[in-house]
T-cell receptor, first 117, second 113 residues
């Protein structure tokens, strides 16, 4: 059981380039999330999805886009990379609904370390 | 506006002793609290949680205490082991916000021999 898989693990971009961070989960979770973590800071929510075809903005969505065409995949797109987007990006998933008490335990991928130079 | 605060960036504890990690929050709508543990180059992993209707939850060496009136929670690790050395994040869920979590900035715990 792989859980949440993120690719790539590392990437260096030039200013203005674009890229897609991939995230896939094999736990049949309905909710998925993208966070970024800057040095010395907590995780900040970029975008989240409550199911295939449904996405919404989090706390820091500017400069990013997402899509959710399947339950398993939740890619994050950077269109015009800027130095301020240098960060570690984490994807997470959780199952919401069903048994009482199964409350929002999010499972995280290993992260993508992105540098924009 | 930091709604979840971990005021101690780091903590050093001897092996076998108790580790106490603290977390304060400001939003009275938070109804569920979680602790995550993170090793370098890995994603956070869930450790323990507590609902706002309880004041204590225990799982093996880990106990979380919640003081709602003080808007404070703490994680106790007894006894501390070298493998517990990691960054610990406190997180809180806001009622009715699609299960989004707000994270603290983390506390780096080092357990020394």
């Amino acid at each position: 059981n792989a859980g949440v898989t993120q690719t790539p693990k590392f990437r260096i971009l030039k200013i203005g380039q674009s890229m897609t961070l991939q995230c896939t989960q094999d736990m049949n979770h309905n909710y998925m999330y993208w966070y970024r973590q800057d040095p010395g800071m907590g995780l900040k929510l970029i975008y989240y999805s409550v199911g295939a075809g449904i996405t919404d903005k989090g706390e820091v969505p500017n400069g990013y886009n997402v899509s959710r065409s399947t339950t398993e995949d939740f890619p994050l797109r950077l269109e015009l990379a800027a130095p301020s987007q240098t960060s570690v990006y984490f994807c997470a998933s959780s199952y919401e609904g069903g048994l009482a008490g199964a409350k929002n335990i999010q499972y995280f991928g290993a992260g993508t370390r992105l540098s924009v130079l | 506006d930091q709604q979840v605060k971990q005021n101690s960036p780091s903590l050093s504890v001897q092996e076998g002793r108790i580790s106490i990690l603290n977390c304060d929050y400001t939003n009275s709508m938070f109804d569920y609290f979680l602790w995550y543990k993170k090793y370098p180059a890995e994603g956070p992993t869930f450790l323990i949680s507590i609902s706002s209707i309880k004041d204590k939850n225990e799982d093996g060496r880990f106990t979380v205490f919640l003081n709602k009136s003080a808007k404070h929670l703490s994680l106790h690790i007894v006894p501390s082991q070298p493998g517990d050395s990691a960054v610990y994040f406190c997180a809180a869920r806001n009622t009715g916000t699609a299960s989004k979590l707000t994270f603290g900035t983390g506390t780096r715990l080092q357990v020394t021999l």
